[in-house]
Every structure is written in structure tokens, then in C-alpha cells.
T-cell receptor, first 110, second 119 residues
């Protein structure tokens, strides 16, 4: 069964501190992993996807197939990073829907 | 960039009435759109997959007669909540799957959501 687990509902860090939002998944094939972000009163938007290997807004995420993880990291948190973060999984082919984790609310304290 | 709109953004209706929510891809064609429901402080729950020109595929536990989905064109999908009841009150979000061009392949673009309140 496809499943995405985000163990932390809320993560509070101080500005300038490192951030790691955890995501683990279960999937029988080769999934595509995503991180979506939802800022206050805004729509859900793609932050990054594992196949692009990009760093967006200072965030990176590496797919670890051995640990079935796709943790989101940023070395120095900023106040504007405060938002809801969702890890998501897709079967990776064509029109398969996303399976979302329950989300982690990141609060960056000044 | 690729934009998905939803209309209305907020609707209040009486119990027993039907409500239609529109989801449009504004600058790209989307053969596949998805409808999600988001409960307060909860994650998004996939309700159905909407394919242009064919019947929607509903997730287990979602009543197809209650939540009617029509995907009549490559840029429009509609969700109609029939005979709405207070327990249908929720935040409904659609997404459209990119197929290239302005919309990157296999990337989902989300609408802003529709807040439905059933009195």
C-alpha cells in the first residue's frame, strides 16, 4: 500500500537554526517524491521534487531508497519559511494521483 | 506559469441543496484533474480522479452519486455536491496534472480551494 508518513505535526525552530522535516514512505515500485508547501491563506504549491534535484528557497531533499525517506532540510531557517509542509508520493507514471502525508506545520521563531 | 482557478472560493448553502464547484486550468490543458477534500488541520484526502471525456474514478468510501464529477473539456472539471448536508462542509481543492509546456510533466497544480458550509 502507498503511504506517506510525516511524524511531526508541528516543528518550531528559531530563526537561523537548521530545519529538518521528516518524511517516510512505503511504496512497492519506484515512486516520485514531492514536497508541497502551503503558506497562510495561499494555495498548495510545489516546493521541490526528487527527480529535479534542485534547491528551492534554500531547501533540499534527498531520496534515500534504503531508508525510504525524503526528508526536507534547510541549513538556516527564516521567518518566511513558516508554513504547512506536505510530503507527497506519486506512482511516477502518467496520471497517478498524489498520496499526501498529514503535513508538518513549521513555525520559525524570531 | 500554470494556474488553476476554482469558483466559487466560498459558498454557503442550505441543507438539501446542490452546489457546483468549478475547476479550470487557465493556461494549459489538463486531461486529468483531481479533487481533494481537506478537513481542518488534516491532510488532503483524494476523492476522485477526473479524466476528460470519461467517467471519474472515485476513491473507496466516496459516494459517486453524492459527489458528481464532470470533466467535459480539457480545461474544466466540475464537482457537484448533491443534497448537501452539514457533514459535507469542508474545504474542497482541485488540482490539474501538467502535460508539458507551461505545466511541467507530471506536476500537479492546485487551485485555491472552495470553502463549503452547509447550514
Amino acid at each position: 500500500a502507498q503511504r506517506v508518513t510525516q511524524p511531526e505535526k508541528l516543528l518550531s525552530v528559531f530563526k537561523g537554526a537548521p530545519v529538518e522535516l521528516k518524511c517516510n514512505y512505503s511504496y512497492s515500485g519506484s515512486p516520485e517524491l514531492f514536497w508541497y508547501v502551503q503558506y497562510s491563506r495561499q494555495r498548495l504549491q510545489l516546493l521541490l521534487r526528487h527527480i529535479s534535484r534542485e534547491s528551492i528557497k534554500g531547501f533540499t531533499a534527498d531520496l534515500n531508497k534504503g531508508e525510504t525517506s525524503f526528508h526536507l532540510k534547510k541549513p538556516f531557517a527564516q521567518e518566511e519559511d513558516s508554513a504547512m509542509y506536505y510530503c507527497a508520493l506519486s506512482g511516477g507514471s502518467g496520471n497517478t494521483p498524489l498520496v499526501f502525508g498529514k503535513g508538518t506545520r513549521l513555525s520559525v521563531i524570531a | 506559469g500554470a494556474v488553476v482557478s476554482q469558483h466559487p472560493s466560498r459558498v454557503i448553502c442550505k441543507s438539501g441543496t446542490s452546489v457546483k464547484i468549478e475547476c479550470r486550468s487557465l493556461d494549459f490543458q489538463a486531461t486529468t484533474m483531481f479533487w481533494y477534500r481537506q478537513f481542518p488541520k488534516k491532510s488532503l484526502m483524494l476523492m476522485a480522479t477526473s479524466n476528460e471525456g470519461s467517467k471519474a474514478t472515485y476513491e473507496q468510501g466516496v459516494e459517486k452519486d453524492k459527489f458528481l464529477i464532470n470533466h467535459a473539456s480539457l480545461t474544466l472539471s466540475t464537482l457537484t455536491v448533491t443534497s448537501a448536508h452539514p457533514e459535507d462542509s469542508s474545504f474542497y481543492i482541485c488540482s490539474a496534472l501538467g502535460t508539458g509546456g507551461l505545466a511541467s510533466y507530471n506536476e500537479q497544480f492546485f487551485g485555491p480551494g472552495t470553502r463549503l458550509t452547509v447550514l
